[in-house]
């Protein structure tokens, strides 16, 4: 009786010679070389991990509005937000706020001076400005330029000596952009209510635009002081006659 032979397939016989020749152990022939495959143990559930998470922060509660007045917050945000900008872009606004800071004192001295009299040539003098806040200490990058209440500091230098005159009586209109100035002049640490055209950049000015894309600038018209300061605003060299 003839033995039958089992004749295994040329892929077998690679795969068996491989097998052999390589010691292979890996997951693809584990089969073929007849090794079983490694049992899947399962890993227990971690249960003894805890994690610290940061309080969740404490916002400051900004007010909008204060009456009928915008507040510095209140009108910055709704003239960067896409539905109330058309509220106070460009429109005629009053915001309330404390004067933070004014360049009267940083004045250069080459623009302190009457009017009529011609600044040096090589005097670089700003715009006569001041900042606002919601508080006394508010950050610089939390305050609204005001510009517009006086065109140069030779306006402000003959304001101060008609205010010194007259007091709280004394008027003094500017002569270039044909504003009464406000008495008192604006120093840091009132709290006043300002009144102007509100806008992302101020154009009056001889030197160019200034620009604010993020908190705005007031191009001003009138002020109320709700607070007074304790003393009154100079300029660098002047002292002032009229005393609190």
Known sequence: ???????????????????????????????????????YEPKPAVTDVTVNLPAVPSLPERKEK????????????AMRNRVHKKDVLDKKVSIVGYITKTNLEDAPRCAVH????????????????F?????????????????????????IYDAIKEFDKHGDEGEY???????????????AGAKVKVTGVYSTTFNKASDGAAAD???????????????PAEEFATLPGMRRRRKK
């Open 213 to 227: 894309p993020l908190m705005g600038i007031l191009d001003y018209q009138e002020v109320e002081y709700l607070e």
């Open 131 to 155: 900042w606002i806040g919601d508080s006394v200490d508010a950050k610089p990058e939390e305050t609204m330029k005001v510009m517009g209440f006086a065109s140069n500091f030779a306006q």
């Open 173 to 187: 209109m500017d002569g270039t952009w044909g504003n009464p100035l406000p008495n008192p002049l604006p120093i």
């Open 1 to 39: 009786m003839k033995q039958s032979r089992k004749i295994a397939s040329p892929t077998n016989r690679l795969l068996a010679g491989l097998c052999s020749v390589l010691g292979l152990s890996s997951l693809i022939f584990s089969t073929g070389c007849g090794r079983e495959e490694p049992k």
């Open 66 to 77: 204060d009456g009928d007045a915008y507040t510095v917050w209140g009108a910055s945000y």
């Open 114 to 129: 009457k009017t009529g009299k011609a600044d040096d040539e090589d005097c670089i003098a700003p715009v006569p400005t």
